[in-house]
């Protein structure tokens, strides 16, 4: 009997010591971070809850795994002003602060209609990984792989890629009062194509906000009940 208790005491200690090494971890993960209002500090124009939702569905797509770097495009600002950051979450660094187009489909100035489905050539919302690049008919092009089902998984078939496109160029908004419009795809100017898909190929993570609220209310990586670390960001950034 006092075996068996012993036994079962040891194997108590045990769990426990497992727990706070978990816990422990998942602090020490937390802290590594920044926070939302850190990063808003790099890129004051940026939206403090776009900012704060893309490290909630970062940390939740990461696990421990994290890859450092982090875009962020914020489709609720209008084509002809800068909305998308580049953060290096490691070193706590802004990397990029560029114009980014959106899908001729989903709106003229503002995007409004977002869409999964195959020739709706409409952009996706949600959170991607950056997958292979290639050189197509935009020159070099970054392959961006969706992760939420019903919102962006289809990115791979759709051909949803970053890539270099001269209507992404500012120049074109005196004349059209906008950004041109892609297919679907997030692309960028020509002269700074290049050099972030370079810095994006290694593996990343991409999200692209709009608050919309069946994919708020339903997101993978934004709510509690798919992803607990999700309520604990959340509240804690």
Known sequence: MIDRLGGALRLCAASIGLLAAGCGWQTAHAQALPSATELHRLA????????RLALTAYDCASQG?????????????????????????????????????????????????????????QSSIGLFHTGQTYSGKHGRSLRLQGMEPGFNDNSMSRAIVMHAAA????????????????QGCPAVRPAI???LIET??????????????????????????????????LASK
Not at 76 to 105: C, I, M, Q
Not at 167 to 182: I, M, N, Q
Request: charged fraction near 25%; hydrophobic fraction near 35%; charge should be positive.
């Open 44 to 51: 004051p124009n940026a939206s403090l809850d776009a900012l």
């Open 65 to 121: 795994t994290a890859q450092q770097l982090l875009t962020v495009i914020d489709y609720s600002r209008p084509s002809r002003d800068k909305r998308l950051w580049v953060f290096d979450l490691k070193s706590k660094k802004l990397l990029f602060e560029e114009w980014v187009a959106h899908g001729k489909n989903s709106g003229a100035d503002v995007p409004t209609s977002f869409s999964n489905r195959p020739n709706s050539y």
């Open 167 to 182: 209507y992404a160029d500012p120049k074109v908004v005196p004349g059209l009062g906008r950004l041109g419009r892609s």
């Open 193 to 195: 194509a290049g050099k």
């Open 200 to 233: 994006l190929k290694r593996g990343s993570y991409v999200f692209a906000y709009y608050p919309q609220k069946d994919w708020l209310k339903n997101s993978r990586f934004l709510s509690a009940q798919s992803c607990p670390l999700a309520e604990q960001t």
